[in-house]
């Protein structure tokens, strides 16, 4: 087993280094992307602010307005958000974001102002807006679709040969439980024997006997109760196999992986 977890070790790590080159590009195509929707944005709202320390942040599916509170604070007033077809993904709408106060200061005043330009070019440029920015969606699909399924493959090869590997951990567990049993020398395990019965502080447990059809057995457990430092040995006949798989996973956790990290301190 240690071997193919080494070899399937160095085929994930070979993945991860393409997630991370394909990240790197996805992000660049995108922040690329929103920098000229962006433009879009400042060529139709420029000289529209009424106030100073007004700012717009534009992302991949939104635009925020903020405006500065105190010299240190901002507060976002406005959003606006490009919604898109589920089936053509172009934008169809432009949705408005704004919340209400009964406030009336002079600061919530001039928010209600600024908020009201922001709406005018919407009412006598929302077809335009609208368009340059399908427009730029479309000259960037290509790039944007290609970098973002080169990142989803190596999302997706990565949990496959994780999964892989945590197949071995746990049929490595089960072989071991079948034939002399498992050992957890450090954390006790535990299963559900029934709906109403848990059997804890297991240190070994094995399968002595399996029914002809596979479904039940007959088990030995070791159990150690600290408090008394006592050692108390049990049989269970008529289990049913299936209540063993959490087992694994234990052993997978407490003996597996902790042998594994404790090599990687030393």
């Not at 958000?81 to 974001?97: G, I, M």
Request: charged letters at 35%; proline letters at 1%.
């Amino acid at each position: 087993m240690e071997d193919k977890i080494t070899v399937l070790d160095g085929i994930i790590d070979d993945w991860e280094r393409q997630r991370a080159f394909s990240a790197r590009r996805f992000e660049e195509v995108k922040e690329k992307r929103t920098e000229e929707y962006a433009r879009v944005w400042i060529d139709y709202l420029a000289g529209d602010f009424p106030f100073e320390n007004t700012t717009i942040r534009v992302h991949s599916e939104r635009l925020e307005v903020h405006r500065d509170v105190e010299d240190t604070n901002r507060r976002e007033i406005m959003t606006i958000y490009f919604r898109e077809d589920w089936e053509t993904k172009e934008f169809t709408e432009l949705n408005t974001s704004v919340y209400s106060s009964s406030e009336d200061s002079q600061w919530e005043l001039e928010r209600l102002t600024t908020v009201g330009a922001v709406a005018n070019v919407l009412l006598n440029h929302y077809d335009d807006i609208l368009a340059a920015l399908n427009i730029i969606k479309l000259e960037w699909s290509e790039q944007y679709s290609s970098a973002y399924n080169d990142l989803r493959k190596a999302d997706s090869t990565i949990h496959t040969w994780q999964h892989e590997k945590n197949k071995l951990y746990l049929d490595h567990a089960e072989d071991l439980l079948m034939r002399e049993g498992l050992t957890f020398p450090g954390k006790l395990a535990s299963f559900e024997l029934r709906w109403d019965q848990d059997v804890n502080a297991i240190r070994t447990i094995r399968v002595t006997n399996t029914s002809a059809s596979g479904k039940t057995c007959t088990i030995e457990v070791e159990q150690y109760y600290s408090y008394h430092d006592e050692i108390v040995k049990r049989t269970f006949e008529k289990v049913r196999v299936s209540k063993l798989s959490n087992l694994y996973w234990q052993y997978r956790d407490y003996v597996l992986l902790a042998d594994l990290e404790e090599l990687e301190v030393a």
